[in-house]
């Protein structure tokens, strides 16, 4: 089976700069060596602490910035082969702030049918047909679209969001972090919509977050990021479970049980996140890991199967 989505060896490099005449300095490693792939029909979740690099692999997968080396295979075809207009029909992306990401002098109907506009797709009676339909989709009614954002509440501003994200049809729909700023009951009922959406739509999901417990709810596989690096990836009962690497198991403890009187076992990192402009060598977990070993510091542990992940960057897996 071909994967819809296939990251070959990605890496992004941002440039510093200092002083008077604006001479290079460094680099910033957001990205380094990244692979994955992503079938069609399935949600991969993405998870990591801020700054590792979730949102620029999103970017370099969505086109938004051009990667500093390795490949991005769309449906069997390079990035940047693809027409910009074609590659836009097929991904969409649903921010994390859906009051910022909605224009607040547009009407929500337009700021639909702007897509539509953009891409000439049909007459202005069938446009405006869409934009119904897109709204009754994510549970909204029709007349919602002669409405300004400012009056709606955070959860319908995501749906229309998410109305707006599908009005091209896309195969791809990248969600950075959709469900973070709207409360517990609001989340589960944008989650709902959109597991509702795949199926009857048959999307395809990178699902981006912090909330691991969204994660392993709406996820087929995840992918666990540190510093620019893919750790771990795994389908989701199995990295839940049984996870591989140091920093997976640091963070699934940090999750609390849903049983208060289940008592677990908290694994405190020491340190901070090492600078993205200087990587520590070898591992580069191993200065807050607490099963580091000599090995870790001077050699980078290849990104292998192991036990039940798919892939595991860890010399103790």
């Not at 380094?32 to 979730?54: F, I, M, P």
């Not at 547009?106 to 339909?133: F, S, Y």
């Not at 700023?181 to 989340?187: C, E, G, K, N």
């Not at 620019?228 to 999750?255: C, M, N, W």
């Amino acid at each position: 089976m071909t994967p819809l989505l296939h990251v070959k060896n990605l890496s992004k490099r941002y440039r510093t700069s200092g002083g008077l005449l604006g001479i290079r300095t460094g680099a910033v490693h957001a990205l380094t060596d990244v692979n994955l792939t992503l079938n069609k029909g399935e949600t991969l979740g993405l998870v990591g602490e801020s700054g590792c690099g979730k949102t620029t692999l999103a970017k370099c997968i969505m086109g938004l910035e051009k990667p500093s080396s390795g490949s991005i295979i769309f449906k069997g075809k390079l990035l940047e082969q693809w027409n910009s207009k074609s590659l836009r029909r097929n991904m969409q992306l649903i921010f994390q702030d859906p009051y910022s990401s909605l224009n607040p002098r547009q009407r929500v109907g337009k700021a639909i049918r702007e897509m539509l506009d953009i891409h000439n797709l049909g007459t202005r009676k069938q446009k405006n047909q869409k934009v119904c339909e897109l709204l009754d989709l994510v549970g909204l009614s029709p007349e919602h679209a002669d409405r300004y954002p400012h009056e709606f509440s955070g959860g319908q501003r995501q749906r229309i969001a998410v109305a707006r994200a599908l009005a091209l049809d896309p195969e791809l729909v990248v969600c950075d972090e959709p469900v973070s700023a709207l409360d517990v009951s609001v989340q589960a009922q944008v989650l709902g919509l959109l597991e509702t959406l795949q199926k009857s739509l048959e999307l395809t999901y990178i699902f981006i977050s912090h909330d691991l417990s969204v994660v392993d709810h709406i996820s087929d596989r995840v992918a666990v990021m540190y510093l620019g690096r893919i750790v771990e990836l795994a389908a989701t009962d199995s990295l839940f479970t049984s996870p591989q690497h140091p920093y997976t198991k640091a963070l699934l403890s940090a999750v609390l049980p849903p049983n208060p009187h289940k008592k677990s076992e908290r694994i405190p990192l020491k340190g901070d996140l090492p600078s993205p402009t200087a990587p520590p060598q070898g591992c580069p977990f191993h200065p807050r890991c607490p099963e580091a070993i000599a090995k870790c510091c001077v050699q980078l542990p290849p990104l292998k199967k192991n036990g039940t992940s798919e892939l595991v960057s860890c010399w103790l897996s």
